[in-house]
């Protein structure tokens, strides 16, 4: 009360003190200050996406009875109250018993009744039996005794000691180090270093990176030091593993996705983020919508933490510091045990097409590569960065594509239940039999999805087991470990995928990999599609032949003479960098300049447009020829809500915290007129 912060706010009484102790760590309130400020968005919404349901009782919070509770523990008479209430209803609302017991009276209660096991906050997405599972998978597997790491190469060792040298004088680090180098034993031993000093480590990685078979094998090393944090996670493992956080024994190491950068640590000392380039480390959609490397880099600056970027293909971001010296950069360019890279053959379709040399999708050469393979008792993947069948359907006459009526986007074709799918917002519709818009009756099919190639595949190689991992066949966790698992134990022979495939896969039978359709990812409207395209293409490669055996990989493409897929085919990162830098430099694109968006939606269409075209002018006032549009995005219209867009394009100089206080004060200045009151504002910082 005596601090009270500056003039212009009013005090306020405390309704009830929660927490015996705080559930906050001073170093994670400033963390989140930081995101609030630097992406835009109210330090409530960074909260939200923090806390686990269970440590942030709201009057929507749901309460549910814990029918395993430990009855025989003495409760208030309040508390006995609630509990009744809750054997009779099953479910309750925090608001509900706020009538009752009045706000400063109910939340002591509710806490009480979550500390004593008694009840839980439901988890947004319920899905009891999975989280179960997980957490039954992760204790009985650990392994009793802890073995030593296994001893690293001569280059891995050689690696590390190179890191060591770079965090004497530097925070960060950068590894370059390509498929199959052996990263993850590097990463072993620098944690296995520092934990022996006492310090802890978090290790980000990718969500879908996140597998069992990586957790087994940290888990053989660490046992029962090592915490995971995944977003499939149930509520309640949540709060248990940020309470053992806070405690006086916490995990020595936590391995995560992007959202364990809110965990609390008390003495974290090295920061890996493995796959560092990975596009999952940006939260999209909601707020924050903050990157979970660039966050990360805050934070082991915040504990005076070192940080250690890992990749085979690094992003252009994270490349020029290191050139420019703000980051050490550390090579690993050769793989573990004398495995040699994959062979990389372009094909060129359009020419093989002519040639007669096609079947559908796939070309002579790789169908040949695929059937010895098959003999061979070895592996296959596929990889098409499309999911569904046909990306769309056009009318043949008129040429009319069906759209989402919320969102006007193209729908997408799936096979599976005969339906059209919106890939922004799910909905879904029934396949047109004639076109709306001149009643021709022969709607084609354009393109081609994993769906399709799933199909097309069963036929040519109808004794294969063909299994698909995209979105659509892995909306949970367990069919997503279930699919790998049988590949992993060669259940299955041809895996066909989108870059899900690519990521991380380390299964030693795969001999052939074949991308399809290259020229659809760089033909991409964005300008990081070449820098994408490289990544995934030259990822998924990695997957092929990883132990004794040199993979063969196909890249089909109906023009080989772009300059990516020569990058591709020679493995030419730092080729593939120049060029692209030199783009980058040309437009002023990140790295070089920095990229803000500027959203607002509206209801109406006709506000939309007047409010982006008053809030573009502001804008310009300020920042002349740094503010382009305003402009109807791709995909103008979600959920009925019109969306327009502007882009702030700014040099490196320009100091950031007084562009986003002068973004912050117009857009205040326009919400405070009446006929722009709902409408919604919100920003991409850094856009990825
Ligand atoms: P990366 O992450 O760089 O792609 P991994 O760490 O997955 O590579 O290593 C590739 C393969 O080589 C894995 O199967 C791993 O177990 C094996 N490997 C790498 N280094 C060692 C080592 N020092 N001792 C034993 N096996 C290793
Ligand atoms: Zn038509
Ligand atoms: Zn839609």
Redesign the pocket.
């Given at each position: 009360r005596d601090d009270c912060p500056e003039a212009g706010f009013t005090i306020k009484e405390a309704l009830a003190l929660l927490d015996d102790s705080p559930v906050l760590l001073p170093e994670q309130l400033s963390l989140w200050r930081w995101i609030a400020d630097y992406y835009l968005c109210s330090i409530g919404e960074v909260c939200k996406a923090a806390l686990p349901s269970g440590m942030k009782l709201e009057s929507e919070s749901v309460l549910i009875l814990n029918a395993e509770g430990d009855t025989s523990q003495s409760l208030s008479e309040g508390e006995a109250e609630v509990l009744a209430l809750l054997r009779k209803r099953k479910t309750l609302k925090v608001a509900e018993l706020q009538r009752r017991f009045g706000l400063r009276g109910v939340l002591p209660l509710v806490k009480a009744l979550l500390d004593k096991g008694l009840a839980f906050v439901r988890e947004e997405v319920r899905d009891t039996s999975r989280h179960k599972t997980a957490t039954h998978l992760a204790e009985s597997e650990g392994i009793p005794q802890e073995p030593l790491p296994?001893?690293?190469?001569e280059a891995?060792g050689r690696v590390k000691a190179e890191i060591e040298g770079v965090f004497r004088d530097r925070g960060v680090c950068l590894l370059h180090?390509?498929?199959?180098?052996?990263?993850?034993?590097?990463y072993i031993h620098l944690i296995s270093d520092t934990l022996k000093r006492g310090g802890q480590v978090l290790y980000l990685l990718p969500e879908i990176v996140l597998t069992a078979q990586l957790v087994d094998?940290l888990r053989r090393v660490f046992g029962t030091r090592l915490g995971v944090y995944h977003s499939k996670l149930g509520d309640r493992e949540r709060v248990e593993l940020w309470k053992r956080q806070l405690s006086s024994e916490p995990y020595g190491v936590i391995v995560g996705v992007r959202s364990s950068v809110f965990l609390p640590f008390r003495s974290l000392r090295l920061i890996i983020v493995?796959e560092e380039h990975d596009t999952s480390f940006k939260q999209q959609e909601p707020a924050p919508r903050y990157h979970a490397r660039d966050t990360a880099l805050v934070l082991a600056q915040m504990h005076g933490a070192k940080a250690l970027l890992?990749t085979?293909t690094p992003s252009l971001e994270s490349y020029r510091n290191a050139q420019e010296g703000k980051y050490g950069l550390v090579r690993?360019m050769e793989?573990?045990?004398q495995?040699e890279m994959p062979e990389i053959v372009a094909v060129n379709t359009a020419e093989l097409r002519h040639r007669k040399e096609m079947t559908g999708q796939f070309s002579l050469p790789l169908l040949n590569a695929m059937r010895s393979a098959l003999e061979r008792q070895e592996q296959v993947i596929l990889f098409r960065n499309r999911r569904g069948f046909a990306p769309s359907l056009e009318c043949h006459a008129c040429g009319w594509v069906p759209r989402c009526l919320r969102c006007d986007v193209p729908l997408t074709l799936h096979r599976e239940g005969q339906r059209m799918v919106c890939h922004y917002c799910g909905s879904t519709y029934a396949v047109p039999t004639q076109c709306p818009n001149c009643s021709c009756q022969q709607l084609v099919r354009l393109g081609y999805g994993t769906e399709r190639i799933e199909e097309e595949i069963q036929t040519l190689f109808p004794e294969a087991r063909v299994a698909r991992m995209d979105q659509d066949t892995t909306r949970t966790r367990r069919a997503y470990e279930s699919l790998l698992r049988d590949f992993e134990q060669g259940r299955t022979d041809i895996l066909i995928g989108t870059q899900m495939v690519a990521k991380?896969l380390?299964i030693?039978r795969v001999s052939v990999v074949g991308i399809l359709g290259a020229d659809t990812m760089l033909a991409f409207p964005d300008f990081r599609a070449a820098e994408r395209a490289f990544q995934m293409m030259a990822q998924v490669s990695?997957r092929a032949g990883?132990r004794e055996k040199k993979g063969l990989v196909f890249l089909q493409a109906k023009d080989t003479s772009q300059s990516v897929i020569g990058q591709v085919l020679r493995g030419d990162y730092e080729a593939m960098y120049l060029e692209q830098m030199e783009e980058r430099e040309l437009f002023q694109y990140p790295p070089v300049g920095r990229l803000v968006y500027v959203f607002m939606k509206h209801k109406d269409r006709s506000v939309a447009d007047l409010l982006a075209s008053e809030m573009a002018s502001l804008l310009r006032a300020d920042f002349a020829g740094r503010v382009l549009g305003p402009d109807t995005p791709p995909v103008s219209m979600v959920r009925l809500y019109h969306i327009r867009k502007i882009v702030l394009k700014l040099e490196r100089g320009l100091p950031m915290p007084a562009v986003r206080r002068r973004l912050r004060q117009l857009q205040d200045h326009v919400l405070a007129q009446p006929q722009y009151r709902s409408a919604l504002f919100y920003y991409d910082v850094d856009p990825y």
């Open positions: 296994s001893p690293l190469s891995q180090g390509v498929t199959g180098s052996g990263k993850t034993e590097v094998r493995d890992g085979a690993l793989r573990y045990g495995v991380g380390d030693e990695g990883r």
